[in-house]
């Protein structure tokens, strides 16, 4: 769910507890099938013209039986097939198909409600290589109705840690930002802010929002539905006493070795307070004990520089502090913390280049008790958890003689292979084997070319 209603492939789940052998949740909301619905040739899973052939040897096969069919699809040599998917499973009877991904696009503003669905403002990006983080600084205040972005102004990131991190970004002309989330932030809780002081709010894209209420297309459901949850339930059964389960392959792990994105790597200076006497505040630490960082008062407010890069910079700009590995916007938010409040402080004095940034020196300040979840910024900001990328996983490829031949092979889906990437399209030929299962199967196959051009094709069998 990551663009909002007008991109949903939208799909209806039943769920049903193992140990519910009655079904009661569908007791009086069944109708029943016509007479003469089975024994009917299914219509394509299309409505519109099928665009890939699949060719059958036959269409009637044995229990545990080779199945071979091959692909045609009339291309042109300048428009291949890019990308396949494949299954073959068992039939629900009385059950329409889902369209396929042609009639999506070729009938999604039909769909109910999507006209008049709200729009998402944040443009959908592809997580290809991890996850992505989008957000939007807001001016503020500004009528209720407005939400006018604040443009060009630096946004920070970083997560709570014994090291200095950050990732950048900066907000483009409406306002927005985003991040292609570094791996190392995965399954943590990340601080963002503004580098910039500024009169405004950060909001992040909810990636799951859902404008629309969800309604179930209908309130009765055909009887083959509840048979099949019934037959599946005793399949689960068999299978859970011989201790058979799905295994998953692994195909993809998205994202790169857990790297910490350090802001600098050579230490200056590294000064552990507990070896000196205790000091009460940062002012007398900065005075006793880092004789190259300078802490005045003026006005009421903090700051501070290193004396050394006085003359060294063309900006009056304070050093970058990081508290806890995340970076704060002054040294008066953490002016009160003692030698007794602090583990560790490092020093960089000197001109950091940082990407396309440049820091008047870093100041790093390692607490005792996470003293940055105290910290209440001033600029605009924001804290979130970043959800772990999942791997790609596919059930593992039945293989013939994977189990004892006196076993039952109760599967129900006999293929799926939700990514081929055909070397030789004219010559593509899927395999799989029949179950012990019989009755009718569906073959559907999709996919779409270099062009975009979506396909889709599919075919019946049956297993007697």
């Known amino acids: 769910m990551r663009n909002a209603e007008q991109s949903f492939f939208k799909k209806e789940i039943v769920i049903a507890n193992r140990f519910d052998e009655k079904l009661d949740r569908f007791s009086g909301m069944v109708i029943k099938s016509e007479s003469g619905t089975p024994e009917e040739e299914p219509a394509g899973i299309s409505a519109v013209e099928e665009t890939l052939v699949i060719n059958l040897g036959k269409k009637i096969f044995n229990p545990r039986e080779k199945i071979s069919f091959s692909v045609e699809y009339k291309n042109k040599p300048e428009d291949p097939i890019a990308s396949l998917s494949v299954s073959v499973s068992e039939m629900v009877t009385g059950l329409a198909d889902e369209p396929s991904i042609s009639d999506y696009f070729a009938k999604r503003e039909e769909e109910s409600g999507v006209k008049d669905a709200k729009t998402n403002r944040y443009t959908f990006l592809p997580e290809l290589n991890g996850a992505i983080l989008q957000g939007k600084v807001i001016a503020s205040p500004q009528p209720a109705d407005k939400k006018d972005g604040l443009k060009n102004f630096t946004v920070f990131l970083s997560t709570a840690d014994s090291v200095a991190n950050l990732q950048y970004t900066t907000t483009d002309s409406n306002g927005h930002f985003s991040f292609s989330i570094d791996p190392y932030y995965e399954g943590k809780e990340i601080i963002m802010r503004t580098r910039e002081?500024?009169?405004?709010?950060?909001?992040l894209d909810d990636k799951s929002i859902v404008y629309q209420p969800y309604k179930p297309s209908a309130t009765d459901y055909p009887q083959g539905i509840k048979d099949y949850l019934a037959r599946s339930l005793k399949i689960n059964q068999v299978n859970r006493y011989y201790s058979k389960k799905s295994e998953p392959d692994t195909q993809l792990v998205i994202g790169a070795p857990r790297t910490i994105p350090r802001v600098y790597y050579k230490e200056y200076l590294k000064i552990l307070p507990s070896d000196y006497f205790e000091l009460r505040d940062f002012t007398e630490i900065s005075r006793e004990i880092l004789p190259a960082l300078k802490v005045r008062k003026t006005n009421d407010t903090y700051v501070s520089g290193y004396t050394n890069l006085r003359y060294n910079s063309d900006s009056d700009e304070e050093p970058v502090i990081f508290l806890d590995g995340v970076s704060i916007d002054d040294i008066g938010q953490i002016i009160e913390l003692g030698s007794s409040d602090i583990r560790?402080?490092?020093?960089?004095?000197?001109?950091?280049?940082?990407?396309?940034?440049?820091?008047?020196?870093?100041?790093?300040?390692?607490?005792?008790?996470?003293?940055?979840?105290?910290?209440?910024?001033?600029?605009?900001?924001?804290?979130?958890?970043?959800?772990?990328?999942?791997?790609?996983?596919?059930?593992?490829?039945?293989?013939?003689g994977s189990f004892p031949g006196n076993h039952p092979d109760l599967?129900?889906?006999?293929?799926?292979?939700?990514?081929?990437?055909?070397?030789?399209?004219?010559?593509?030929?899927?395999?799989?084997?029949?179950?012990?299962?019989?009755?009718?199967?569906?073959?559907?196959?999709?996919?779409?070319?270099?062009?975009?051009?979506?396909?889709?094709?599919?075919?019946?069998?049956?297993?007697?």
């Open 197 to 203: 002081k500024i009169n405004g709010v950060m909001e």
């Open 344 to 400: 560790r402080i490092e020093t960089v004095p000197a001109i950091r280049y940082y990407g396309g940034l440049a820091f008047n020196g870093i100041l790093a300040v390692v607490s005792n008790d996470l003293a940055i979840n105290n910290i209440r910024f001033k600029n605009p900001s924001v804290r979130s958890k970043v959800l772990s990328s999942q791997p790609f996983t596919k059930p593992k490829a039945f293989i013939p």
């Open 411 to 464: 599967r129900q889906v006999l293929l799926w292979e939700p990514d081929i990437v055909p070397v030789n399209a004219e010559k593509l030929m899927i395999e799989c084997f029949a179950s012990d299962i019989t009755g009718k199967y569906k073959i559907i196959m999709q996919g779409i070319t270099s062009k975009g051009k979506t396909l889709c094709g599919s075919a019946f069998i049956t297993i007697q």
